[in-house]
Every structure is written in C-alpha cells, then in structure tokens.
C-alpha cells in the first residue's frame, strides 16, 4: 500500500490526508510542505468538489490522488503513513485524526476547531497556527527531521486511543467534541450571517 501512496517511492517521507476535498480543508497549504520537504509525498484520499481545483494546483508537486478508499484498503492507506496532516480549521469531530492516532500514525493539526481537543501536542501529536501554512509545514519538518521523536509520538498515539476503547471513544466525542463542534458550527453560521459579532470566532484556537 505505501508503494501504492507514494506512487513507488516507498522510500520517502509519506503524508496522508483523508476525507472531504473541499476548500474549507485548506489543503492547498499542504503545498507549502511539500515545497519545504522537496523529498516528501503526499497522498490525499477522498472526493469533493474542489478535486479538480486542487489537482491543478498541485500539478507538478509530489501529490497522489487515491479518490475514496475504504474497508481494509483505507486502513491500510492509514497505516502506511509517517503523518496524517489536517490543515482544516473547521474540523468538528476529528474522526480520521483519531482512526489515524488508533494506527500509530501522528497527526500534524491545527488548534482549531475539535482536533486539539484529541491531540495532546507535543506529544501524541503536533499542533500548528490556524492558517499559516509555513508554521504547519515546520511543524511537518520537526517530526520527519527527527525519526526517533516521530517513532516516540506514534507510540504514544497509538497507546492514547488503545487506552480509550470503544466505550470511552464514544463517550467522549458524546459528552465532548459533540458540544464543541455545535459550538464551532453556530459561532462560524453567526460570523457569516453577522460579521460585526465575530469576536467570538477563534475560541478554539487555543
């Protein structure tokens, strides 16, 4: 699978996204990784409807589109990477952050939104600045320059969603994320339909 990810180049540093392909994930940033990781792949698995937009934009960098995946090859496509990247601000339950942690692959986030809510930066995974792809990318830059700190983190990621259990998961994204994406979700409707009341937008950028 991994040989499949990084179109035969197993050998290089491999970034996975998944889910939507859609402006409001913000993955054009994830080209600003790309240009300071010259050796670096990114495969982005999913369908949305900015797909042919980000296929132009991405023309000519190190990027393979894997469309949707599922079942065993999407578990697959998981585990074969070295970091899950989500650049997303607008991210509510966070449910590929924590099937790529139950891999023991790392996520580079953002502190926006439900991801910080799942990863204890700095140490089952990293957080950057909302919308600044250069903090991002040396967030990205930080884990793959330092194999044994990457190898640290995913031990821990995958022992922190060993730990929870499918109980406790569900318990927590019920009594926990649940309120705070409703929260994000009505704060980002009333900084659209009131710009002048937006001073509230951003709480989870902590």
Request: glycine share 8%; net charge negative.
């Amino acid at each position: 699978m991994r040989a499949e990810l990084s179109d035969k180049n197993s050998e290089a540093p491999l970034l996975l996204y998944v889910g939507r392909l859609g402006n409001e994930k913000c993955l054009k940033q994830l080209k600003i990784v790309l240009e300071a990781i010259p050796e670096a792949r990114l495969a982005l698995v999913g369908k949305g409807p900015a797909e042919d937009e980000l296929r132009a934009h991405f023309a000519g960098t190190k990027t393979k589109f894997m469309g949707l995946m599922q079942g065993q090859r999407l578990s697959e496509a998981f585990a074969s990477a070295d970091l899950f990247v989500m650049p997303s601000d607008s991210e509510t339950l966070g449910f590929v952050v924590i099937e790529s942690m139950a891999s023991g692959v790392p996520v580079v986030g953002v502190r926006a939104g439900g991801v910080p809510s799942i990863i204890t930066d700095g140490e089952t995974g990293l957080l950057a600045a909302p919308r600044d792809p250069s903090d991002f990318a040396a967030k990205v830059k930080t884990l793959l320059d330092d194999r044994t700190k990457l190898e640290g983190m995913a031990a821990l990621a995958y022992a922190e969603m060993q730990r929870w259990g499918w109980e406790a998961a569900t318990s927590y994204l019920r009594n926990v994320q649940y309120p705070l994406a409703k929260r994000n979700f009505e704060e980002r409707q009333n900084a659209e339909t009131n710009p002048l009341a937006s001073s509230n937008v951003g709480a989870f950028d902590e």
